[in-house]
């Protein structure tokens, strides 16, 4: 119950402005649709250099929590998905838009995402020091093999092609390596000035997430979203909370399957909210009336993909492995206050854990009183065109990525990068995995070093790495989620044979 | 996707592996190393499986870059290149994001380029912008940009 004595810093007046503005800046970032979670995080950091470690985490924690929910208005209003995670939020709200009940599924929407967002906090706040506790008895070679773990679950799972995940997360870890080794001293892959200091953490998240959205808007040439914003029409919000807890089977599949979705690393939300309304609609008596402007869908889905939210961080902030990309771009966050995930976070800065967690507690209530004031100025957001989007998204990255160290240097491979995964991920390539790569590259490495150091001294590095019931437990998911991920594409592969065939 | 498109992704990425994998096996010392060639040789098998598979014909995921697309990108592309790699360092960050703004909003916006006060618009548009951004950085954050010739 440790957690308690930090409530009061969550509402010291600056945290609570964060907060404040976090939650309300996400909600009509999350409505934008192309501004994702993650690359809205990214954006952000630069924004927390100047903050303590605790209140730039309350910002970028508000923000990951309300731009996920946020994508639920312009689902609803506009039938755009503010993120991958609020499609099937699209199935049955914006239909009840379109017969006049948008408030209604707003509410709903907003009050299913704070119980789904709150339970999923609370599996956070009791899980985390647990699992951070048992983090302690792993040794420098488990510590290697659970870098490796994030980069290849992530790979494997977050990719539509095993290898190029896979691959994706080699040129990651090779990118991790770029400047100078911190042991001998010795230059590593310097091709160019600019990569004297090595990569910036910071500045590649900003250049990998959001100029491949930047270069998305342009391919779309002058395009107009086309879509028009459905007028919200008044609806007791009384109404709306007795019609939520009236549909607890909806409630609690959604809440349950997003918990479970978010602490499995690599599978993240963009499936929590599917699984959810599919799992829903299979055990409800209703089943005729989902797509028909049902509430259970919106319930289910929107329940799931914010209770998504807090189990996705319990992989990190015990392991050091993201549960989702946005995850990952936290941990750069984390990182760049000199904070390392794990028991040292418990430990050493429980005021930083604590007050972090606490706000995204404090931010789902936030996030539900405001969202539904905030909608209909959301849903009018998400109309501005796409070129006005780029053009700030473009301007934002290039002052984010400077501001990192005041250095032209980041600017550059931030612009490098992130054109560079515009292609790659053309070609079939994800930018989860390589960004995975790049963050946890240097605990992998670091480990990798002092493990065989240890090695060399006893049992030799073969027997160091790759015996003992730990050990082998870790290269066992390794290769289970590498396997599984194989056979899935495979079996997608022949039904789209076989679909191909009769066509 | 056509296969030649996927034959030059793959092909580059297999040829910075290679390259990757050279380095890491030929520079010392060798003990700084070690990592990078464990990573480098998975790399470049990986890399050389995908590269295969396209020269195959076998690489399925990945949509390419169609030609409408590349043409509706280049624009932006090209002002984005020449924004990032010359005009922020050489103009000042305020004026080149000033005149990239303005010329993007304006290649890019769906709006009728006939019409006077759509350009009214669009000027107001980036002058808030740029007036934000400089509250933001400067002020807010106290980032000191490059100013160099202009602002």
Known sequence: ?503 | MNRSQHIFGSGLVFAVGLWVTWISYTQQPAEAFLFPRLIATVFVVLAGWTFGKAVMGLSKVGNGVTRTMFVNMLPGLIITLVYVFWAAKTLGFYTATTIAFFILLSIYDPAPHSEVKIWIKRGIITAVFVAVMYGLFAMLLNVYTPREILF
């Open chain 1, 1 to 503: 119950m440790e957690f308690i004595y930090y409530f009061g810093e969550v509402f010291t007046p600056l945290s609570f402005m964060l907060l404040l503005g976090g939650t309300i800046g996400g909600l009509i970032l999350g409505a934008t649709p192309g501004l994702s979670p993650t690359m809205a995080v990214a954006l952000l950091i630069p924004f927390t250099f100047q903050l303590e470690a605790a209140q730039g985490l309350i910002l970028l924690g508000a923000a990951y929590t309300s731009t996920v929910a946020g994508g639920a208005v312009s689902a609803i209003l506009l039938k755009i998905p503010g993120a991958p995670a609020n499609i099937a939020t699209t199935l049955d709200g914006h239909t009840m838009a379109k017969q006049g009940q948008g408030a209604r599924a707003l509410q709903l929407s907003f009050l299913a995402s704070a119980v789904g967002g709150i339970f999923g906090v609370l599996l956070l706040i009791f899980l985390t020091p647990v699992l951070a506790q048992w983090a302690l008895a792993f040794g420098p070679s488990h510590l290697f093999w659970l870098a490796i773990l994030g980069v290849t679950v992530i790979g494997t799972l977050d990719s539509a092609s095993v290898v190029k995940g896979l691959l994706s997360g080699c040129i990651g870890l090779w990118l991790a390596t770029i400047g100078f080794d911190d042991i001998m001293g010795a230059q590593r892959f310097i091709f160019h000035p600019a990569l004297g200091g090595g990569i910036n953490i910071i500045a590649a998240l900003i250049g990998l997430f959001a100029i491949p959205q930047v270069l998305t808007m342009f391919a779309k040439g002058r395009h107009n979203t086309g879509a028009e914003v459905i007028e919200v029409q008044r609806h007791s919000i009384m109404a709306a909370f007795k019609e939520l807890f009236s549909r607890t089977r909806a409630l609690s599949i959604g809440t349950l399957t997003g918990s479970i979705i978010g602490l499995i690393p690599g599978v993240g939300g963009q499936i929590a909210g599917l699984v959810a309304y599919d799992q829903t609609k299979k055990f409800s008596a209703e089943k005729d009336k989902f797509g028909t402007g049902h509430s259970e869908g919106v319930i289910a889905a929107e329940s799931a993909n914010n209770a998504m939210v807090g189990p996705s961080l319990v992989p990190l902030l015990t392991l050091s492995i993201p549960g989702s990309p946005t995850a990952a771009v936290l941990l750069g966050g984390l990182l760049i206050h000199g904070i390392f995930p794990g028991s040292d976070l418990f430990d050493n800065h429980p005021d930083v854990a604590w007050t972090f967690i606490n706000s995204m507690l404090i931010g789902q209530v936030l996030m539900c009183i405001f969202g539904l004031y905030v909608a209909g100025l959301a849903a009018r957001v998400a109309q501005v065109p796409q070129s006005v989007m780029a053009a700030i998204v473009l301007a934002l990255s290039v002052f984010g990525a400077y501001s990192v160290q005041g250095s032209m240097g980041d600017v550059y491979v931030m612009a490098c990068l992130g054109i560079g995964m515009f292609f790659l991920e053309r070609f079939g390539f994800s930018a989860a995995p390589l960004v995975l790569g790049l963050i946890l590259g240097p605990i992998a490495e670091a480990n990798f070093i002092q493990g065989g150091m240890i090695a060399d001294a006893t049992v030799g590095k073969a027997s160091y790495f790759m015996t003992g019931g730990l050990n082998l437990f870790l290269i066992a998911v390794v290769l289970a989620s590498i396997a599984y991920s194989v056979w899935m594409e495979l079996r997608s592969r022949r039904y789209t044979t076989k679909e191909e065939a009769q066509a």
